[in-house]
């Protein structure tokens, strides 16, 4: 089955920018959400379709995706924004949904 | 306004069977483009997608599970079930059930609040 691949951890300064990645086998080519997910909370969706937002998400969160890898940046980082992150792919196929991992954000 | 809510068991005994319903309202899943999924995360786990039930009836199931784990729709009463059979407590997790369109790319925009259930004797 697909696997995406992130990273545990990722730490950063406030105002400065956080990538974080999501490696799968050509992800290019196939569609990708990310999510944000903050202690006791439902998920929450802030990247879909590679790079567009959802209403009420900020500018600051934006989306990549090619090759092997997509990457969610998030500039300007805020202390609001510690959180669990998560990729999901969307696949036109009998498997159609796939979670990475996911990684904490860490605001230092 | 789009609102998904997950009720069931708190408790669960091994081998027995779960089942969840996801009571919603806001939207039709008989209109085309729309879908329910569920997903579950273990204590201090990542997200893990169970099942997916698209407006045509159409079904898919995580390969890890499907032997498993069924997945139903009662479009009125805006209701999808999900059914788990002979439960083990590595199935002790929140359980999510969300809604999913083609606006958003079948992303899921809208989740419920997940309900906690304990798989233990």
């Known amino acids: 089955s697909y696997v995406l691949t992130q990273p545990p951890s990722v730490s950063v300064a406030p105002g400065q920018t956080a990538r974080i990645t999501c490696g799968g086998n050509?992800?290019?080519?196939?569609?990708v959400h990310w999510y944000q997910q903050k202690p006791g909370q439902a998920p929450v969706l802030v990247v879909y379709?590679?790079?567009d937002r959802p209403s009420g998400i900020p500018e600051r969160f934006s989306g990549s995706n090619s090759g092997n890898t997509a990457t969610l940046t998030i500039s300007r980082v805020e202390a609001g924004d510690r959180a669990d992150y998560y990729c999901?792919?969307?696949?036109?196929?009998?498997?159609?949904?796939?979670f990475g991992g996911g990684t904490k954000l860490t605001v230092l | 306004q789009i609102t998904l809510k997950e009720s069931g068991p708190t408790l669960v005994k091994p081998t027995q069977t779960l089942t969840l319903t996801c009571t919603f309202s806001?939207?039709?899943?008989?209109?085309?483009?729309?879908?329910v999924g569920w997903i579950r995360q273990p204590p201090g786990k990542a997200l893990e997608w169970l099942a997916l039930?698209?407006?045509?009836?159409?079904?898919r199931y995580s390969p890890s599970l499907k032997s498993r784990v069924t997945i139903t729709k009662d479009s009125s009463k805006n209701q999808v079930v999900l059914t788990m059979t002979n439960v083990d407590p590595v199935d002790t997790a929140t359980y999510y059930c969300?809604?999913?369109?083609?606006?958003?790319?079948?992303?899921?925009?809208?989740w419920g609040q997940g309900t906690l259930v304990t798989v233990s004797s």
């Open positions: 969300a809604h999913s369109t083609t606006v958003v790319a079948w992303g899921l925009d809208y």
């Open positions: 806001g939207f039709s899943l008989s209109t085309s483009g729309v879908a």
């Open positions: 039930i698209y407006w045509n009836d159409d079904k």
């Open positions: 050509n992800i290019g080519s196939k569609t």
């Open positions: 379709d590679d790079s």
């Open positions: 999901h792919v969307w696949d036109h196929s009998s498997v159609p949904w796939v």
